[in-house]
């Protein structure tokens, strides 16, 4: 996070009925999974009520939220009566002095009873993610692995983005997904899962049963080929591209009367134009204030 971020008018953010909206006509042209992402979802009132909306939609095969995990231990039993079927929480330390100076303060004994909280309330699928960063807190991968041991966990290591709000990104700092799984296999024996097309990460399971890790290669072995998610802002923006500035605001058609059609071929439209992917974007942009940061828009 920047030290000063900007806080948008709460005029300017959808509201629960406009998102269901969305999400209804998204589901219509034959998206099965949705996920609420953030910034931070569990800092909008009444999350509860968004996602009764949402689970309400037929043929909604998943419907997940990731959350930095603070308000987690009071809203776990909450959003799982609502219908929220899996929980992915952001963990990047198991040192609580650490977790704070990366979180900005946060509580680590917070985000721990938080998870303990989603656990107790059977989310499936749970999973952990996990940001590696050089210098930082790559002394801890195989720790943060041992969590996925027991079985009830899948623990996700992302490489490091150029997405942070201080613009302290480097290729030094980014430690690959194949260093990841080597470090591991020092301590673990692990066994690939064949990759399901596009999904954002490469599983392995422990030879010796229990749970499963995975690796993000958004850097090094990008995934564009097979990408098929398009994200809608808070402000109405469809953003097919996270590495792409341009956003397509449809919010001006949900308030100004469009018609569910328009709506619909406002949004092909968009996934139309989508960029060409991580690659092409780290060459096109040669600074890195030409890339979004990622709290204002979410994985």
Same mark, same amino acid.
């Given at each position: 996070?920047?030290?000063?971020?900007?806080?948008?008018p709460?005029?300017?953010?959808?509201?629960?009925?406009?998102?269901?909206?969305?999400?209804?006509?998204?589901?219509?042209?034959?998206?099965?999974?949705?996920?609420l992402?953030?910034?931070?979802p569990?800092?909008?009132?009444?999350?509860?009520?968004?996602?009764?909306?949402?689970?309400?939609?037929?043929?909604?095969?998943?419907?997940?939220?990731?959350?930095?995990?603070?308000?987690?231990?009071?809203?776990?039993?909450?959003?799982?009566?609502?219908?929220?079927?899996?929980?992915?929480?952001?963990?990047?330390?198991?040192?609580?002095?650490?977790f704070?100076?990366?979180?900005?303060?946060?509580?680590?004994?917070?985000?721990?009873?938080?998870?303990?909280?989603?656990?107790?309330?059977?989310?499936?699928? #749970?999973?952990?993610?996990?940001? %590696?960063?050089?210098?930082?807190? @790559?002394?801890?991968?195989? $720790? /943060?692995?041992? +969590?996925?041991?027991?079985?009830?966990?899948?623990?996700?290591?992302?490489?490091?983005?150029?997405?942070?709000?201080?613009?302290?990104?480097?290729?030094?700092?980014?430690?690959?997904?194949?260093e990841?799984?080597?470090?591991?296999?020092?301590?673990?024996?692990?066994?690939?899962?064949?990759?399901?097309?596009?999904?954002?990460?490469?599983?392995?399971?422990?030879?010796?049963?229990?749970?499963?890790?995975?690796?993000?290669?958004?850097?090094?072995?990008?995934?564009?080929?097979?990408?098929?998610r398009?994200? #809608?802002?808070?402000?109405?923006? %469809?953003v097919?591209?996270?590495? @792409?500035?341009n956003?397509? $605001? /449809?919010?001006? +058609?949900?308030?100004?009367?469009?018609?569910?059609?328009?709506?619909?071929?406002?949004?092909?439209?968009?996934?139309?134009?989508?960029?060409?992917?991580?690659?092409?974007?780290?060459?096109?942009?040669?600074?890195?204030?030409?890339?979004?940061?990622?709290?204002?828009?979410?994985?």
């Amino acid at each position: 996070m920047p030290t000063h971020p900007v806080w948008l008018p709460r005029s300017e953010i959808l509201s629960y009925e406009e998102i269901h909206r969305v999400a209804l006509l998204c589901v219509g042209m034959g998206v099965e999974n949705i996920r609420l992402s953030g910034g931070e979802p569990l800092m909008r009132s009444d999350i509860e009520r968004l996602v009764e909306l949402l689970a309400g939609i037929p043929h909604i095969r998943q419907l997940s939220m990731t959350t930095n995990g603070f308000l987690l231990c009071q809203k776990a039993s909450a959003l799982k009566r609502a219908g929220l079927k899996g929980m992915t929480v952001s963990l990047h330390s198991l040192k609580a002095d650490r977790f704070s100076q990366i979180t900005g303060g946060g509580v680590f004994e917070t985000v721990l009873a938080g998870i303990k909280a989603a656990k107790a309330s059977g989310f499936n699928p #749970l999973k952990i993610n996990a940001v %590696i960063i050089r210098g930082c807190n @790559d002394d801890e991968v195989v $720790d /943060l692995a041992s +969590l996925a041991t027991a079985g009830d966990i899948t623990v996700r290591f992302i490489e490091y983005m150029p997405f942070d709000g201080q613009r302290l990104w480097g290729m030094d700092k980014v430690v690959s997904g194949s260093e990841i799984i080597e470090r591991i296999r020092e301590r673990y024996e692990l066994v690939p899962v064949p990759r399901q097309r596009g999904s954002t990460a490469q599983l392995y399971r422990f030879e010796s049963g229990g749970g499963e890790v995975g690796v993000i290669t958004s850097i090094t072995q990008p995934f564009c080929s097979d990408c098929d998610r398009i994200r #809608l802002s808070a402000d109405g923006k %469809i953003v097919p591209c996270l590495f @792409d500035k341009n956003g397509f $605001d /449809l919010r001006p +058609l949900l308030r100004n009367g469009g018609s569910d059609e328009a709506i619909v071929s406002f949004m092909r439209e968009a996934v139309s134009r989508k960029a060409p992917g991580v690659e092409t974007l780290l060459k096109k942009y040669q600074r890195l204030e030409h890339i979004r940061p990622m709290h204002t828009i979410g994985g």
